[in-house]
């Protein structure tokens, strides 16, 4: 009798054992399923971005890719998400911004590949022309380093201000040599610069600002840089960015490929009324 009580008691263990193990490789295998779609959040900063970012989904998904979209308001915020992990990738700033970024937080943010060279235009429900500009008006730049930089830039290209000889690549207010318009420049964060329209005699605004607030560059803008692209220069080309320590990661080069195409041209002059240039060309 004790013997037939203590071989139940074995076999009902082993029962329990066995469950407990099938139901563990169950899990396993539910995991290991998981962990075929990889997911990565991409952070843009424009209402324009998703058309394109969802044409590469489509294609990188067949790999088992999985792109979700995180929308940023401003420039200030998408390298911090990057930085700290929030994110795995974004796409929205170009290469000027990124090294300043890195030089002030320091921090290892890279490109993995080139998107577009987005015009920076200048402005106005005042003027038709910039050379209307006159001495006492008042012109809204960004205010941080590489897009106020560009839009100082800008100012000289058009001959309303005079930059220094040895200003360097984003010159601030403090390199201008001199004033050829005596004008007030007023520094906003790049995303204020299209309100202030109202205010101002002109403003320099970011594309992708202006597209949101329902300008079109080449109809609107009374001058854009990219009028000029040999001027722009390459530090001007907007880029993909990943932490460096992902620069080498196959998807990430699989979503660089899919982003690289014909089809991202044509949604993105559609979005962007023809202003973007494709920099990977």
């Known amino acids: 009798m004790k013997k037939s009580k203590l071989f139940t008691g074995i076999i009902a263990a082993a029962t329990i054992l066995t469950l407990i193990a099938c139901g563990n490789k169950e899990k396993a295998t539910s995991n290991k399923e998981g962990e075929k779609e990889r997911i990565y959040t991409i952070g843009v900063v424009s209402d324009t971005a998703k058309l394109t970012w969802d044409e590469v989904a489509k294609v990188v998904e067949k790999d088992g890719i999985k792109i979700k979209l995180k929308q940023f308001s401003d420039y200030n915020t998408p390298n911090d998400a990057l930085a700290d992990g929030s994110i795995d990738l974004n796409a929205f700033q170009h290469i000027a911004f990124m090294e300043n970024y890195n030089k002030e937080k320091k921090q290892d943010l890279v490109s993995i590949g080139y998107t577009f060279v987005s015009p920076l235009g200048l402005y106005s429900n005042k003027i038709k022309d910039y050379k209307d500009i006159k001495n006492g008006d008042k012109i809204a730049i960004p205010n941080d380093v590489t897009n106020g930089g560009r839009a100082l ?91 460096a320590e992902n620069k080498d ?33």
Not at 256 to 277: F, L, M, P
């Open 153 to 243: 830039q800008l100012l000289d290209a058009i001959q309303v201000i005079k930059l220094k000889d040895d200003a360097p690549k984003s010159p601030s207010i403090k390199d201008i040599d001199k004033y050829i318009k005596d004008v007030k420049i007023e520094e906003l964060d790049a995303s204020q610069t299209a309100a202030t329209l109202p205010d101002v005699t002109a403003a320099v605004i970011n594309t992708n600002y202006a597209v949101d607030s329902g300008l079109k560059p080449k109809k609107d803008a009374i001058y854009l840089d990219t009028d000029n692209l040999s001027k722009v220069g390459d530090i001007y080309k907007n880029i993909i960015a990943v932490k």
């Open 249 to 281: 990661n196959p998807d990430f080069a699989k979503i660089v490929k899919a982003y690289q195409t014909d089809k991202t041209i044509e949604i993105s002059d559609k979005e962007s009324y023809g202003n973007d240039i494709p920099a990977w060309k």
